[in-house]
Every structure is written in C-alpha cells, then in structure tokens.
C-alpha cells in the first residue's frame, strides 16, 4: 500500500535506488526479496518485493521507515496490519504476512494490486457516468465491508483505490488503512490518537469532523463525506473545493470552510466550468456538455449533497444505503436523497453567520423594543401577546425539532448496533430515542420486543469493594460468596441480600484469590507470599500464614477440607494442614513459577502448572512425583483432573491444550494449535468434553478422547481469561477482557444470553452449584445475575416436527418454482405423502379470529383445528375432510369457519360446535374461500379456472366467474357487493357480489401471472400483484390503470392496502418488501430488506407496522414510516408463507408449512409507556448515554431499582397490558408463561 503517490501501480514505478532509510534492491525482508522501491508514506515505505517460497508471486511489502519510530507511528503502522488482517473483501487489498525486520522496523506484506488511481482509469477509458458509478458502488461495498469490521478508512481519496483488472472485470481495491480507526475500540493495545491539531488525510477529501481540532466526531459517517467527495469528482472531473485555494489561506481557514462552506452542487459546477473544461469533461464521459449537466442535475446532485452534509445526522447512515441509492438512480427508482428543507437551508445560514445575525438580532430586538411600546400604546395589550405567543411556538418548534432530530439519530444508531450484534448497547440508545420522543410508537416496539425476545441475564446482586476484585467465589450451598480484591481485603457476603456477612478479612496487599472450604466452615485466601485459611462464620484467622517465598498464585482445599495446596512464583506448589498451617510434604518443585495447583476428586494426587513448560502429578501425601514431567513447547498454565482423576487436562502458551493419562503421564489426545496461547483447560463434568480459554479472544469446546473441535470458536472482543462449564455441564460461562462474561451453548457454542457487562476486565465468573445464578468479579464489584434466561418464547400449536423425507429435507421437484412454495400450490398427493411419512400435520393456513382469542390452521393430514391463542391449546377435535385442506378462515362475527379443501369442496361449519353447515364442489382443487362481510355469502376460487359465489347458509350457486387459468384468490370488497379475483391467465378482475357479473374492463398484465388482487378500505381501487415484477393499482369500477408500475427486481408475489388507504406494501422474491404511495406510486421508504424471498407482507392494524415472512422461516416487524425494523429475527423455521398480526396488533402469528404456527408478542399497543421502562432498560443493559450521547456505565443500582419496578408493579391494574408485561418480564423464569401474554 501507499499514502501520497500511485501506491502499487507497476506502470508507474518509481525509479530502483538504494535508500539510506530504507530497504535496498536485493536486500531480503523475512522470505521476501526487495525489488524495488514503489511508494512511501507519512511513515511507511512501500516495495515491491519476490516471494519464493511457498508459492512464487510478488507483493507489496511496506515497512515503517528509519527514524519514524515514535509509540504514535509504531502504533497507528499497527493499526494498518491489524485492520487489514481483520477484513477479507474482494474490493480490499488483502494482507498476506506480517513479521520484523532484522533492523527491528515491523513490516506487513499485501497483495500487489496492479491497478491505476480510480479517477484515472475512468477518464483513461473515457467511462460514461453509468459505469462510473458502478464502479463506485463497488467501493462502497468495500468501505461497508470495513465499516461492519469496527474500521474507519478515514483517508479515502483517489490514490488510495486502484482500479485493476480480474478475469477481465474491472475491480476497484480500496488499499492504505494507514490511517484508519476502530470504530469499536482500539486496534491494538498501544494505539495513540492522531496528535491534537494534526491532519491526517487529504484537504479536499477531509471530513468536517476530522477538521475538527479535537476529531472526536469521526465515525463511519466520516468515510460517506469522504465518498461523497469521490462521487463528486468522478462526475464533474473536480472536488467540492479546490485543494490548492484549500491550503492557500492557513489551516484554520482550511477548517473554516470544510466546517462551514456549502459546497456547490456537481451539476451546477458543471454549468460553471469554461466552454473547454466542461467540453472535456464531458469528452471523458462519451457525452455531450448539456447531456452530461443533464445526468448529473436531479438525483445524482442531491445523492452527492446528502453525503456532504456538515450535519453527519443527515448523511447515509451507511455506505451501503448510499451504494442502494445510486443504484435505486441507475434503475430509475425513487432515492432517498433529497433536497434540503427551507427552515434547514435558514438554520444553516444562521449557524455560518453566527456574527451577523447576533447583531442583526440585538437590532432587530432593540427595534422590536422600541416598536412593542409604540404597539403597545397604539394597538393594545391584545397584539403584543399574539406577538409572544408567536415567539413561544417557534421556539417550542425548534426545540421539538432537536429533539426528534436526536431521537431519530439515537433510533439509527440503535438499529445498526443490533444488526452487529450488540444488543445490549442498543439498548441505551432505544432508551434515549424514547425518552427525547416519547411518542415514537416505533421505538417503543423496538425496545420492548428487544427486552421481551432478548436473552437477559439479569443482575441479583452487587458487592462493591474499593479496589478491583480479582475472584468471587459461591459457597457449596450457594448461600454465601466470598471475593479477593485488590483493596486488601476478602469479603463474605449473602447470596440473596448482598449484605456483608463478616468484617472484611484483612491482608497487607492484594487479595488474589479466595474460595470456601468443602464443608463451607472455612475459607483459604492468598495475598502476596502467603495463603491463610480463615473461619467463615467468625472471620478470625486459623492456623499459621503459609508462607512462600515469592508470591502466591492460587490456593485450594482438597476435597475432604483437611489439606491446602499452594501455587507459587518460587517454582514450588506446597501442601499444608487446614488446621495448623504446617507443611504436610516437602515443596512440589518445577523449574519456573508454580501458576497452578489442584487436587484429584478423591483427593490422592495433585496435578500443577509451571512456567518451565511442564505440568506434574504428585502424591497428595507424600509430595513424591507420580508421573514424568508432561511437556509442552511453551509455558502451561493451567492443569485439571478429570472428574474420575484418570486423566490430566493441561493448557499452555504453545497454543494446545493436552489430555494426559494421570497414572502413566502419557499423552491421551491434543487439541489443534488454531487458537492463539490457551490461558485454561478444564473438564466437562461427565469428563467427555474440555473447554479452553485463550489470549487472542477464543474459548472452544473439544472431545476428550480424540481433542477434536466440537463447537466453533466462541469470541470476545478481548483475552479470555478462564472458561467454566455449568453443573450439569449444558454451558459455559467465559470471561473476558473486552469488559464481559458470557454464557455459551456448550453443544453448539451459540450464546445463551446477552453479555454479562461490566466496567472493566472481568477477572473471574462462576457457576452456583444449583447452575442457577453466576457471580462475575471486575471493576471495585462483584456481581451476582440469575443464569435462567428470561427470553419470550413464541406460542406454537401443535407438533413442531418436520415434514419432510426421512432426511430431514423437502423434495422440491414437486414445486413449480422455490420461491412459489405455497401450501396451496403444491402437489396434492405429493403434500398427503410427505404427512403421511412423519405422521404429523403439515399447515397450510392459519388465521386469528376477529377477536384474536382463537386460531384456526388448515392441515395436510385433511384437518382442520381451532386453538385458543393464549394458551396453545387445540378447542375441540379436528374438522376432517377427505384431502388436504388448503385454507380455513372466521366468519366476521366468529361463529363459522369456511374451508377450501384438495378434495374440490368449500365447507361451511359451526365454529363452536364442528358441525358442517353446508358444502360446495367445483371440478376440481378449491385453492381458497372467504366470507362475505355480513356471512351470507362465501367466495371460492379454483384451480378448475372458476371462482364462484354461494349462498353460505343453503349452498346455492349465486354466481360463477370464469378465467382462462386457476384463480389464485378471490375476496369481497369492504362493503360485500362486488368481488376481485386473481388468476394465473395474467388478469384480475371486479364482479358483482351477488350475481357474479363482470364489471368494467379485465386488469391485464402482459399474461403475466397474477399473484394476488386486493381491494383498497374504501373499495374504489384494487392493487394486484404479478410475476411481471411489478405492482399497480387499478380503478375498481372501470378496470382503468391508475398506478404502476410500482417495480421490484424479480416476481411480487403479495400487494395490500394500508387500512387508511394512503400506502400499498408489496413483496416480492428479490428479497424486498416496498412501502409507496398509493397515490404516485413512489416509494416512500428504502426497501425493506431480508436475506431471503419475502412472501407475504401485511400491516398492522393502526397502519404504522408492517410484518413480512421469508422463505426462510424468518419474520420480522418494520416501522412504515422509516423503514427500520422493529424486531430481530422472529424465527418461525421451516419454509414461511405468512405472516400477520392479531386484530389489536399486539402479537404476530407466523405460519410455516413445515412447523407448528407460533404466536409473537410484539409490544403493548399503547403509546403511552409506563415511567419505569427507561429506568428497567438501564438496569438490564448496566449503560446510559452521557451528556456527549456515548455509553457510559449506570449509575443506577441495579437490583434496587428492579426491586423497586417490582413493588410498583404489584399496585399497578392485574389487567393493565404493561403491568402484564412488567411482571412477566421479571417474574421467575422457572415458573411463568412461555411469553407476556399467553395463559
């Protein structure tokens, strides 16, 4: 890489000279051979350089030049390698090696991009603008690459992204993070800041944040300026501001203008430059001059102005957003980008001429004075109040204004911390957004389906010490703990209250380590060069000090309490008589520091680690060794006995853990030397398993016997110190210097819950013996959380087993297309057969009742069943029919369910009794049914080409409506009197309700197959959904076009209404769902976005919420007027095929044809949220936002304050939704519903 010439460009090399600071032609770097010098930076020198071995390629080496060895320079060349390594992107150079130089100078080795500066290669190849911006969306992604890796470029500009050619594609390489940050914390642990007043980055490409002095405003938002810079020259062929006018005035006026000049828009810099300028640029883009102002004005103007906003609040939010709207241009789609606001434009006028209007306000004030009087007299009191009243409201206006501006801004951040994983720093943010705008039903939601869907662990206790705590320990019955800390003192403290149990126990230095005898009579403590066993009930001293020479690491009680075992700096491990203090056997010596000692289950042997690469078995009573050393390459710091004291588990620096036969001292197994130094190694306590714990942020689990990975790594974002397995060895618990301990899966190693969080590094967390609570030691406290986690867990109905092949896995060959998996669709006797093979139902439908009490599901087995939605259970016994039935609906008033069945029938029956009412035929599959809104009448469509209206009390025929394919659906209007269908002959159409008569023209779609057809509230439009790719809305009366296309990129396959009217929301398999306008049918938000087809997308009933279901099993609630989501992952499994929400819109209710439906809680419908959620939310996540907006630790006590949400709840209403869901949430995992609302 490279800082200020064409770094790694061939066609420019440089001219080969030896260097007196650098490295010479021929000179050898580690296996790299120096061929030549190819660019320098502020502190790095880049080479061209040969490796030979293990394959022949050439690389770019860069090396930190001579004499640029300062901690700041040394830090930042660190943050290049580290930040490069962590990213693997096709448009990031990628990092090969890293190592040191014979002269000591660090060096990293990187791929050679042979590629020229971005902006050359477009104007050398005279790109039109569109593939120029293709080109541009490239980096974006990068830069999003980075951005999801914690990594700020910081310095993006020309230079640094090099165009090169792979496989004949052009490929844009983003390269130089020499001056890259970290976005979640430091890079490396000696990264210095970039000095106070010091610029790093190029003038023109500088953020207004970085030109700031204090550049404590840099985020990934600085990078979009700098893009923003990029696309600016890309299309007009110059920057927003000249560099050389830039750097003429002096570094402050350098900073004024980045911070306060609005740059000029690229069209109108365009229509500004000479006839020749403009005449070239225009030559460069294989266009005219007026046709190239003409692209550019619009769009592409106000895309390139929302990245340079000074506000960084009004910019992209990410890069990826910015690369989703040019390509929304390309497309000839709505963007996002638009132009400022005039009450903006003032604000921004009054911020750049601060001066002026200060003055122009004290005249306008004295003159406003002067004239009040003379209203006052002339005009009355009357006035001059209209006057203030005015006043007040502006100013109530601009205030509110803020307010929603860092409501919105906290919302964002929260969102993207949530899709990064750190849910337990969103919350503050949601907190924050809620409490500057408490009406935000939004975030409301988002909070709240956050806490309820999250898994919170959350804190019981809090023992404060004035020093940090190095361990905390339980008792055998769980009743008490005990911690070291660094204040000099051991303290005994009540599980349950937190109270002080003893007087500290007092040592003259640190306390490092304490823990309770196995009777819990005695506890055993180690400071400086001793151990001391002290009384737990009394807190008095027993027996001698056991004293070392140097100081102590570690001291245990052997299982029957009567022996102490000591692990020392002064090579030895010592055993000792609990009672007297006296050595039971001579010193357990090693060659190196003593870091570990313990004894077998049955107390016979003792097993220690030493730093002189060795770990020993000894003879508990004797001190006589058992086995032969057990070498590893590196230090070993860890060493445990199975839970039958057959075999030895050990963890060392060499980066392996080893089992090892306790008798023989022979190895039984060894881990891999993936992981970086292992700092412990313990045993599972069936001993099948060991868990490891390491330096680079890694905890594993692995089979005993054969030391193969049975979980993935589990990360933290520091070293992690220790890792314990639960009693009943179902998880594990690690903690970590990256400020948390975590509890993992032990079978899978996903997490369990969210981090436990603290203020520092956590030095130490265990199970209790019952594995229902973990104590954590940090920063002055130990902590005590209850391990049950509080997650809601989803209603389900019914089996939950696959439907599959005795593989587990569907046969798709029965399917027209993957994404068209819908139960009604499917292969009859394919869907009975698959049924049939796992003995399970199979659901094809599901729908609430209008009142939401009941559910009723549609089964391939032939079935229908109704459910009662708050508890799960099945009301009566199945509504069998002779084939699969494909959909079962309520009537309006709930008293009858209409099935549309395989077998070629609709039934009606007594939804309280399962009585059939009546039944009606077509020729063939019946595909769906509706009644009609007063339930006189059900509508049917058919496979046999026909939808048909019947009298729903006698089974009369009332009217029969014909199309030329199978009519996917078929609904009444709002009002009953007219029908629509959808059809596969690539028509919709509108009927009379009653007699089934054609109504207006056929809504056509270029015999494109139609999906689906919905009335809008009012019944005057229909919009319908189409294969076409496309979405439009028709009159309802004449069948006239009024709307659309309303486009997506692949198939729509579902468009409704939102109950006012105003908006349609599609979805489609190009994995989007889209909110527009139903009057422009313009898109009124960024596409709502998954990872997967979205095959059904409804709104909630107050219109503001919008459920969509994926064929991945997964849905998720979005706020409509954003476009954010509201929900994480709401994972039904299976293949998803609706979602949609309860009539009172609190709950969602997903249905899969694989899975049981489940049922959702989402939020208390109510805007109004009770004053103790924010305090609730602080007190789970342990964080609020300072006066800055950045996390900090609460202030608050935790378990006082549930203490205190609790007492309040229990006066509040039983029947009130939030005193439901308040205690709920904190109610006894063990003992409550399996979400807030169900029975």
Request: some cysteine; aromatic content about 6%.
């Amino acid at each position: 890489m490279r800082a200020e010439s064409q770094a790694l460009n061939l066609r420019d090399l440089l001219p080969a000279k030896q260097q007196a600071d650098g490295c010479g032609p021929g000179e050898m770097v580690g296996r790299y051979k120096i061929l030549e010098k190819i660019g320098e930076g502020g502190f790095g020198a880049v080479y061209l350089a040969e490796q030979e071995e293990p394959v022949r390629r050439r690389v770019a080496l860069k090396v930190i030049k001579l004499g640029m060895d300062t901690k700041e320079v040394i830090a930042r060349f660190e943050g290049e390698r580290q930040a490069l390594a962590m990213m693997a992107h096709s448009n990031i150079a990628k990092v090969l090696d890293a190592g040191t130089t014979d002269r000591g100078r660090p060096y990293f080795v990187m791929e050679l991009v042979q590629g020229v500066r971005i902006t050359d290669y477009c104007d050398g190849k005279q790109l039109p603008t569109e593939e120029r911006l293709r080109l541009f969306m490239q980096v974006c992604r990068g830069i999003q690459h980075a951005h999801q890796k914690g990594i700020i470029h910081r310095g993006i500009k020309p230079s640094n992204i090099l165009v090169a050619l792979e496989d004949g594609r052009a490929v844009p390489k983003v390269i130089d993070f020499g001056i890259a940050k970290a976005v979640k914390g430091h890079l490396t642990d000696n990264t210095m800041v970039t000095g106070i007043g010091q610029f790093v980055g190029t003038a023109a490409y500088t953020s207004p944040e970085q030109a700031d002095i204090t550049d404590r405003g840099v985020d990934t938002r600085t990078d979009i300026y700098s893009l923003g810079v990029l696309l600016y020259e890309l299309l007009t062929g110059r920057t927003p501001f000249d560099t050389g006018q830039l750097l003429q005035g002096g570094l402050a006026e350098l900073c004024r203008t980045i911070q306060e000049r609005e740059p000029t828009r690229p069209s109108t810099r365009l229509s500004t430059l000479g006839k020749g300028d403009l005449a070239a640029a225009a030559k460069c883009r294989q266009t005219e001059p007026p046709r190239l102002v003409s692209l550019v004005r619009g769009d592409l103007d106000w895309i390139v102005m929302k990245c340079l906003e000074k506000d960084r609040a009004r910019r992209y939010e990410t890069a990826s957003s910015l690369a989703d709207d040019i390509k929304h241009h390309l497309n000839s789609e709505p963007v996002v980008a638009c132009p400022p606001s005039k009450v903006y434009r003032l604000q921004k006028l009054v911020r750049r001429n601060r001066l002026a209007f200060a003055a122009a306000a004290l005249l306008v004030t004295m003159l406003v004075g002067g004239l009040s009087l003379s209203t006052w007299q002339f005009f009355g009191e009357r006035q001059a109040r209209q006057q203030a009243v005015a006043a007040k409201r502006l100013a109530e206006a601009a205030s509110i204004e803020v307010k929603m501006n860092l409501a919105n801004s906290h919302f964002v951040e929260a969102v993207q911390l949530i899709d990064a994983g750190r849910r337990i720093d969103a919350l503050p943010y949601l907190a924050g957004s809620l409490a500057a705008n408490p009406t935000n039903g939004a975030v409301l939601t988002r909070l709240t389906t956050l806490l309820t869907y999250g898994s919170w662990m959350l804190p019981c206790a809090v023992f404060q010490h004035a020093g940090w705590v190095a361990s905390a320990q339980f008792s055998p019955d769980g009743g008490r703990i005990v911690t070291a800390s660094h204040d000099h003192t051991a303290c005994v403290w009540n599980t349950e209250t937190g109270q002080a149990l003893l007087t500290p126990l007092e040592h003259r230095a640190a306390v490092l380590s304490a823990e309770f005898s196995p009777d819990g009579k005695g506890i055993v403590t180690t400071s400086g060069d001793a151990a001391r066993v002290w009384d737990a009930q009394t807190g008095q001293p027993l027996g001698n000090p056991m004293a070392h020479s140097a100081a102590v690491a570690y001291a245990e009680f052997s299982p029957d309490g009567t022996q102490i075992v000591t692990a020392s700096e002064d090579h030895t491990a010592r055993v000792w008589d609990a009672q007297t203090g006296e050595p039971s056997t001579g010193p357990l010596a090693h060659g190196g520091g003593v870091l570990s000692a313990a004894f077998s289950r049955d107390g016979r042997w003792i097993v220690t680690a030493s730093d002189d690469h060795t770990a020993r078995v000894w003879d508990a009573r004797t001190g006589v060794p058992r086995t032969p050393p057990l070498r590893h390459d590196g230090a070993v710091r860890s060493a445990r006995f199975s839970p039958d004291g057959n075999l030895v588990v050990t963890g060392s620096w060499d980066h392996t853990a080893r089992v090892w036969d306790a008798q023989s001292g022979q190895p039984v197994a060894q881990t891999s030397k993936d992981d970086g130094r292992i700092l412990s190694a313990e045993f599972s306590p069936d001993g099948k398993w060991i868990v490891t714990a390491s330096m680079d942020g890694i905890a594993r689990v692995w089979n005993a016997t054969n030391g193969e990975a049975l979980t993935e790594p589990v990360k933290h974002g520091g070293q992690v110190y220790s890792a314990h397995f639960s009693p009943d060895g179902k998880w594990i618990v690690t903690m970590s210097g990256d400020h948390t301990a975590r509890v993992w899966n032990a079978t899978n190693g996903w997490p369990v819950a969210e981090p436990l969080k603290h203020g520092g590094l956590v030095f130490s967390a265990q199970f209790s013996p019952d594995g229902r609570r973990i104590v954590t030691a940090s920063d002055k406290t130990a902590r005590v959380w209850d391990a049950r986690s509080r997650r809601a867990l989803p209603g389900a109905f019914g089996s939950n087993t696959v439907v599959g092949p005795a593989n587990g896995t569907l046969d798709t060959e029965h399917i027209a297309m993957s994404w068209e998996l819908d139960a009604r669709r499917w292969d009859v006797q394919r869907r009975k057969d698959l049924a049939a093979l796992k003995g399970t139902a199979g659901v094809s439908s599901a729908h609430f009742s209008p009142d939401g009490k009941r559910i009723v599901t549609a089964h391939w087995d032939n079935a229908v069943r109704i459910w009662d939605s708050g508890t799960g259970q099945q009301l009566g016994p199945p509504l069998w029919q002779s084939n699969v039935v494909n959909e079962a609906v309520f009537s309006r008033d709930g008293t009858k369910i209409v099935t549309a069945s395989a077998e070629g029938t609709a039934r009606v029956w007594d939804a309280g009794t399962g009585r059939v009412l009546t039944a009606v035929g077509h020729a063939s599959n019946v595909l769906s049914a509706q009644f009609s809104p007063d339930g006189s009448r059900i509508m049917t469509a058919s496979q046999d080409k026909t939808a048909r209206i019947w009298d729903a009390n006698n089974g009369n025929l009332l009217g029969s409506l014909g199309h030329k394919g199978a009519v996917i659906s078929a609904e009444f209007s709002p009002d009953g009197t007219r029908v629509v269908t959808a059809s596969w002959d690539g028509t919709a159409r509108v009927w009379d309700g009653g007699t089934g008569k054609a109504l207006g023209e056929s809504m056509t779609n270029s015999n494109w197959r139609v999906q689906s057809a919905r009335f809008s509230p009012d019944g005057e439009r229909v919009v319908t959904a189409s294969w076409g790719r496309t979405a439009q809305i028709w009159d309802a009366t004449t069948g006239r076009l009024l709307v659309g296309p309303m486009n997506h990129d692949d198939a729509v396959v579902a468009a409704e209404f939102s109950p006012d009217g105003k908006r349609v929301v599609t979805a489609s398999v190009d994995f989007t769902a889209v909110v527009w306008d139903a009057e422009t049918g313009k898109a009124l938000t960024q596409p709502l976005r998954e990872r997967s087809s979205i095959l059904s997308a409804h709104f909630s009933p107050d219109g503001n919420r919008i459920v969509t279901a994926c064929d991945n099993g997964i849905a998720r609630v979005w706020d409509v007027r954003s476009g954010q989501p509201l929900t994480d992952d709401l994972e039904q499994g299976g293949y998803l095929f609706s979602a949609q929400f309860s009539p009172d819109g609190e709950r969602v209710l997903t249905a899969s044809f694989e899975r049981a439906p489940k049922v959702w809680d989402i939020a208390p419908s109510s805007s109004d949220y009770p004053r103790w959620l924010l305090p609730l939310a602080e007190a789970v996540s342990g964080q609020r936002l300072n006066e800055q907006n950045l996390l900090q630790d609460t202030t608050l006590n935790a378990t006082e304050t549930i203490a205190r949400i609790r007492q309040e709840l229990d006066g509040m209403p039983a029947d009130d939704s939030w005193t439901k869901w308040g205690k709920w949430f904190l109610a006894d995992p063990t003992n409550r519903t399996s979400s807030p609302f169900s029975r």
